[in-house]
């Protein structure tokens, strides 16, 4: 069993930064694969970045490339989202999730490919 639990969200002004946490439990978080996504009030739950167990591969939405950083720290068990240039519209609760047994390189971008869930921080971009 893995838990997972996110830190970091809160109030930011447009243009500005956050960097939110998932800190894991358990021996198994250096061989999962790791994803944010984030779901905006009445909309889906959206992927947002994936990064690969050892850290060397990453992935990103669209919607974030260029702005959001996602790492990784397996003697912490943590993985990261930094966010900068904060739009109102990446206003969401972000949960951050685990694919254990992942193979080395991969990272997965469907939310059906997570084995583990975080119960979500909320962040509020305001204009």
């Known amino acids: 069993q893995v838990q997972l639990v996110e830190s970091g969200g809160g109030l930011a002004q447009a243009g500005g930064s956050l960097r939110l946490s998932c800190a894991a439990s358990?021996?198994?978080?250096?061989?999962?694969?790791m994803g944010w996504f984030r779901q905006a009030p009445g909309k889906e739950r959206e992927f947002v970045a994936a990064i690969s167990r050892g850290g060397a591969s990453t992935d990103y939405a669209d919607s974030v490339k260029g702005r959001f950083i996602i790492s990784r720290d397996n003697a912490k068990n943590t993985v990261y989202l930094q966010m900068n240039s904060l739009k109102p519209e990446d206003t969401a609760v972000y949960f951050c999730?685990?694919?254990?047994?992942?193979?080395?390189?991969?990272?997965?971008?469907?939310?059906?490919?997570?084995?583990?869930w975080g119960q979500g921080t909320q962040v509020t971009v305001s204009s």
């Open positions: 999730a685990a694919n254990r047994g992942a193979t080395a390189y991969s990272t997965y971008s469907a939310s059906g490919a997570y084995d583990y």
């Open positions: 358990g021996r198994t978080f250096s061989s999962s694969a």
